[in-house]
């Protein structure tokens, strides 16, 4: 009888229960942008999850399940508010121009290199 391949290396799934802690972690006491909302928080990625995006913070974004489905439905005016990068950077690994993201009562601000 052959071996089952596993579903996940273990490399991954290592990588997988860091990101759940660090996200956990990260969410204790932080208020959704859009709404201003503290319950059902999740972590938007800004940027992307590929590679080494998946745990950088600096492109977290604090926003509720709701908020989070409205951004994701409504791609075009969500980007037009900073809740994604302009076209072509989604996933985009290298710098171009944008070291992070501040939080402001006005909304999301760039933090442009």
Known sequence: M?????????????SRAEYAREVSRWKAGKRCVR??????????HWKGRIGPLLLD??????ICIDCHRWADN???????????PPAGLYNETEDKGIRGLRFTPCGIELIKS
């Open 2 to 14: 052959r071996k089952r391949i596993a579903p996940m290396s273990k490399e991954m799934k290592a």
């Open 57 to 62: 913070k600096r492109f977290w974004i604090p």
């Open 35 to 44: 709404c201003s909302g503290w319950r059902n928080i999740t972590c938007h």
């Open 74 to 84: 409504h791609i075009q005016e969500a980007r037009e508010k900073n809740y994604f």
